[in-house]
């Protein structure tokens, strides 16, 4: 199997702490960056998500702003 990059700032230690799911499959992973002011989710996805998926991954970056009272930033990597 080969390998799939690292998205910057994801160490090997912490490769598997964050994991995108779907359905409960693996789809990528993600990574939150919180800053005084704003908070930045960076989401690399091993396969394409559809309509349904982005939808759902938006409102949970969302709720996450909600939850820490943050304007936020979702990104792919």
Do not use: D, Y
């Amino acid at each position: 199997m080969a390998s799939i990059p690292r998205p910057r700032g994801i160490a090997a230690a912490h490769e598997f702490a964050h994991l995108l799911l779907v359905g409960g499959q693996l789809v990528g992973r993600w990574k939150r960056t919180v800053k005084p002011a704003t908070m930045l989710i960076e989401v690399q996805p091993f396969r394409s998500l559809n309509r349904r998926e982005e939808c759902a991954l938006a409102a949970e970056a969302e709720r996450q702003g909600r939850f820490m009272n943050l304007p936020t930033t979702l990104s792919r990597v």
